[in-house]
């Protein structure tokens, strides 16, 4: 559903800001426990717009979501990936270097170590539409659901819950609307007090609507 919105409104975006360039961020933090996952992404998304209130970050709009994989030692780990549109002018007056982009994040995050990092520069001859979907995808890959244990998958389901996944900033705000109107609890996850259950320690519970042809974690 995302992407399909967001393929229909970025061809308006380029044909609007035609010289604009683009970078795909990957910010990362260390691993958290499971347990602690929704603390962590909170503070990812608050240390993000830290990030972005920063006199030269250089994103003009972006499309910011967050990534949760499974480690190695049934911990966590959040991400975040971030399509940002940049000015034409940021490759010859205002590049910024992966140490600067280290020592922003660092700063954001209110962290004692370097976090790990990526950025790539979308060359100009291409579109960013392929990177749109790799931002606009599963929070969560399909295997590190199925394959995890059963006491990561329920945690990490009841950590996630009521979280957001999804911001955009800058100009994008204008033209991503619609992928907005979907970021509220009811509609993402849902929640009607009349069909409310009592949650056991080791079950979650689903409803299935069928207007909506989805099914619905139970509060």
Request: glycine letters at 4%; charged letters at 30%.
């Amino acid at each position: 559903m995302y992407k399909a919105r967001a393929f229909k409104a970025l061809p308006r975006v380029l044909a609007d800001f035609p010289e604009c360039r683009y970078l795909f961020v990957t910010l990362t933090l260390k691993n958290c426990a499971i347990h602690d996952l929704r603390d962590t992404i909170f503070h990812l998304n608050g240390s993000f717009r830290r990030l972005a209130k920063l006199k030269h970050f250089p994103a003009v709009g972006y499309i910011k979501t967050v990534e949760v994989t499974r480690g190695r030692r049934g911990d966590a780990h959040p991400h975040l990936h971030i399509l940002m549109m940049v000015k034409p002018s940021f490759f010859s007056h205002g590049y910024i270097k992966k140490k600067e982009w280290c020592d922003w994040w660092k700063n954001a995050a209110k962290v004692d170590y370097t976090p790990i990092i990526d950025v790539q520069a979308i060359k100009a001859k291409n579109s960013p539409l392929g990177l749109l979907a790799e931002v606009i995808k599963y929070q969560t890959k399909p295997n590190d659901l199925i394959f995890s244990d059963r006491d990561w998958f329920l945690e990490y389901t009841r950590q996630v819950h009521r979280t957001n996944a999804f911001a955009l900033g800058g100009v994008f705000k204008n033209y991503f609307k619609e992928l907005e109107k979907e970021e509220t609890t009811e509609e993402m996850i849902g929640v009607n007090d009349k069909e409310q259950d009592s949650i056991d320690e080791g079950e979650l519970f689903f409803n299935w609507r069928q207007q909506e042809k989805r099914y619905r974690m139970m509060d």
